[in-house]
């Protein structure tokens, strides 16, 4: 693949097409690319990437973790020790033991109903009948909000999101429902300063160092995390498994792989294209001189196809050995929320593999890929389900 030309790497349509080929030549041919059109830096490779994301100091969040855009007042956007602060407040409820023994029954009775809704159609949307309600219900209970708000969150995730691909993708719509979303939640607020509850905002509400633009801001960040990457994940697997039949046979034949299963599912997906990351002094890097100043764009898409790492990284495989991913990030920014989608994305797999016998394209299209530069997200994907 010759890449002569200059290469844009926030061209949405790029990425919901096929960017392997270009991750393929950008690791072998230009591991960091300036792309002078956006003013930043590409990383590509794996180990580079994972140096960056180890190295606080030296790349900073407070420059902007999105492309071009500056960073909100929100723990993402902060370097360490008042990111560590905001994190210590949450951390508590995302931990693999709490999000098992607090959301487990929870997860599997929504999965359930969702699966039953489906089967009895027999022809849905994949995204909005099995995808999108799982983990927007479990953000909104994380929240606080009342369980039938949840359409209201997914529209307002969606709608949000798509502004984190840069400048050229922040909309008039997704203002107004940043807007809406954070009107919601400090409503919210105010009733839980008054009446506390067992969920997130109880805690915000409660801290006088979170003024309201923190605390909406804070909400935006984990509705965001939690709402529309799981359900990507969701979608994506579920479309890898109808490309794939002989996958989905090894895990009806060994429903015990499917924890090592959904490694594979989120490394196949990567649905967070990339994060930034700000240089605090000149420094080297994959050969290249980087300026104190500019920003780098760690592409997760890369480094998840990146041969040095995995073996065949093209070739999905539900038995591949867990590990080397980075598609949660690392370090101190390592996703919060990585506990709580995988038991999503388990218990979802586990109920869909034992109940759905066959799932084909209920047209030629396949799944609609919204063309972002931030999320790889799926918008529509019509299929027809039949029972086991």
Known sequence: ???????????????????????????????????????????????DISAVERDGRLWSSTGGYRPQLPSDPSMIGMDD??????????????????????????????VTELIDEA????????????????????????????????????HWSETTIVAGGGLRYVTHDAAVAAGEFATAVLELAAERRRCPHDDLTTLWAGRSDYDDEHLANEALLLLDGGAETTRTVI????????????????????????????????????PVLNMCRTATRDTVLAGQKISEGQQVLMMYGSANRD????????????TRVPGGHI????????????????????????????????????????????????VRGVTSFPIVLTPR
């Open 119 to 154: 089967l009895e159609k027999g022809t849905v949307d994949a995204v909005p009948a099995l995808a999108a309600p799982l983990p927007g219900r479990m953000i909104g209970w994380l929240l606080g909000f009342p369980d039938e708000r949840w359409p209201e969150l997914v």
């Open 307 to 318: 041969p040095a790492v995995f073996t065949d990284p093209d070739v999905f495989d539900v």
């Open 81 to 110: 020790p008042e990111h560590a602060e905001r994190r210590r407040l949450v951390y508590r409820r995302f931990t693999p033991r709490y999000v098992t023994e607090k959301y487990t029954e929870r997860i599997r009775s929504v």
């Open 327 to 374: 598609a949660f990030g690392l370090g101190t920014h390592f996703c919060l929320g990585a506990a709580l989608a995988r038991l999503e994305l388990r218990i979802f797999f586990e109920e869909f593999v034992r109940r759905i016998g066959s799932a084909a394209w209920a047209d030629d299209r396949g799944p609609r890929i919204l063309p972002n530069a931030f």
């Open 235 to 270: 979608a994506t697997a579920i479309d890898a498994l109808i490309r794939h039949p002989e996958q989905w046979a090894l895990l009806r034949e060994d429903p015990g792989l499917i924890g090592e299963a959904v490694e594979e599912f989120i490394r196949w997906t990567t």
């Open 1 to 47: 693949m010759d890449h002569a030309a200059r290469i844009d790497l926030l061209d949405g349509d790029m990425y919901a097409g096929d960017p392997g080929p270009l991750y393929a030549w950008l690791r072998e041919n230009a591991p960091a690319y300036f792309d002078e059109g956006n003013g930043l830096w590409g990383l590509s490779r794996h180990a």
